[in-house]
């Protein structure tokens, strides 16, 4: 076997780090790109040669033409929607790299959709946020042997099984719900139609990556969401439904933890958290106000504009070990330029004692107050620096405070969107 050259990107806030743009820069290097975890709802945007570019369920590196893409078996997959997005990057004119799909990758259906937004609307004031797409409902299934997996598709008796859990569930929905039924005969041609067109591209993905590796390629996996939303480590309830941590790249690809050589967590410069739970960092106020504007802080997704705070290390440190991070990389430097202080959270208040963790439940995590230290700002731009040395002092001391606290080598920074605006201060793949 050659030496391995594989690694992991993951975000290790609550998502929304800025995945899209490394795991884009590193895929330029990359001869493999794997997705482990999550669905539709994970939206990235990319941004190079002038052009914004959006994915959800496909890697980021499809827009490498020499990058083979792969939708790991830890991944749930709207056809549907897949089928749209191939088509729409397909149509932007950029030249695409090879696309494979785990034959063991669960099925998002027209009733988890359903499913899911009947049941937010039922948690009342205790809605988690939700994305509405079938996500979670598709987890439950599969933990409920329900689901429906795609290398099920080519059974004989598909569609007579297909059809005894669509009846189940269509019970569920007018039972629980009380939501209408939906035509079995169009959901199920609608499905066939959709797996047409990508057909060519299911394969046991877990061999095809374990032996690119062992091959020597440059193999990259990415992450969905971040590590705070995973179902066993994050701020539970408020979480997504699968294991979003850098530990579930061997699990959501079938492969050996042994083949995974680094592990880098992509970290904002400040924090944000799209829809409910604990935020002891956050800002509703003006400052709160200047960097969602000045950092774009809307949902690629939905549009919803993201909840805003100061970088809380508390939940970073937490991040750092249930995932077993090796490097930190800052998305966003750029904008924190022209505050006169910024604030690190180092630790928590809770009950009048200072604690260094994250509480395991919400209503704890909620009364929490964060304990800051108080860091000089910068006025500078900084959005054409290209190097560490190139940042301002009061930068520099910022990023050195954070990974002196964190006790974790800081691999690079970025200062805007573009590709171009990436620093890397240690090579790491």
Not at 161 to 179: G, Q, S
Not at 200 to 209: A, E, H, Y
Not at 219 to 226: H, K, N, R, S
């Amino acid at each position: 076997m050659k030496e391995i050259n594989s690694l992991v990107v993951v975000g290790a806030q609550w998502g929304d780090e800025g995945k899209g743009k490394m795991t884009d820069y590193f895929a330029q290097k990359a001869d493999v790109v794997v997705r482990f975890a999550g669905g539709d709802n994970a939206g990235h945007i990319i941004n190079f040669n002038g052009q914004k570019h959006k994915v959800t369920i496909i890697p980021s590196g499809i827009f490498n033409p020499n990058v083979t893409s792969v939708i790991g078996n830890g991944c749930v997959v709207n056809l549907k929607n897949l089928v749209t997005e191939l088509n729409t990057i397909k149509a932007s004119g950029v030249e695409l790299g090879k696309l494979l799909i785990s034959d063991r990758a669960q099925l998002i259906m027209p009733y988890h959709i359903l499913i899911d937004g009947a049941q937010e609307e039922a948690r009342g004031a205790r809605k988690i946020g939700t994305t509405k797409r079938g996500i979670g409902p598709t987890y439950q299934d599969k933990a409920s042997r329900l689901g429906i997996r795609i290398a099920d598709i080519e059974e004989t008796n598909f569609k007579e099984t297909f059809k005894e859990i669509f009846e189940y569930e269509m019970k569920f929905l007018k039972n629980m719900f009380n939501v209408e039924s939906i035509s079995f005969e169009e959901t199920f041609a609608q499905l066939m139609n959709d797996y047409k067109v990508i057909k060519s591209f299911i394969t046991d993905t877990g061999i095809f990556v374990e032996r690119a590796i062992k091959e020597g390629k440059k193999v990259l996996f990415e992450g969905a969401q971040g590590a705070l939303l995973d179902i066993d480590h994050g701020t539970y309830p408020y979480v997504t439904s699968s294991n979003t941590s850098a530990n579930n790249a061997s699990t959501g690809t079938g492969i050996s933890h042994k083949l995974i050589k680094n592990t880098l967590g992509v970290v904002k410069a400040y924090s944000t958290r799209v829809g409910a739970g604990a935020f002891p960092t956050e800002l509703v106020n003006n400052v709160g106000d200047g960097i969602r504007e000045r950092g774009h802080e809307y949902g690629s997704n939905t549009k919803r504009p993201r909840r805003v705070g100061w970088i809380d290390l508390v939940a970073l440190r937490h991040a750092i070990r249930t995932s077993g991070l090796d490097y930190l990389f800052i998305t966003l430097l750029d904008v924190l330029s022209g505050m006169d202080e910024i604030m690190i959270c180092e630790r928590y208040i809770l009950d009048n004692k200072e604690i260094d963790f994250m509480p395991p439940t919400s209503s704890k995590h909620e009364k929490c107050e964060a304990k800051y230290i108080t860091m000089p700002g910068w006025k500078q731009d900084i959005t054409s620096v290209k190097s560490f040395t190139e940042l301002p002092i009061n930068a520099q001391a910022y990023l050195n405070k954070i990974a002196e606290l964190c006790e974790i080598e800081i691999s690079g920074f970025s200062v805007g969107p573009d590709r171009l605006q990436t620093v890397i201060m240690k090579e790491i793949m």
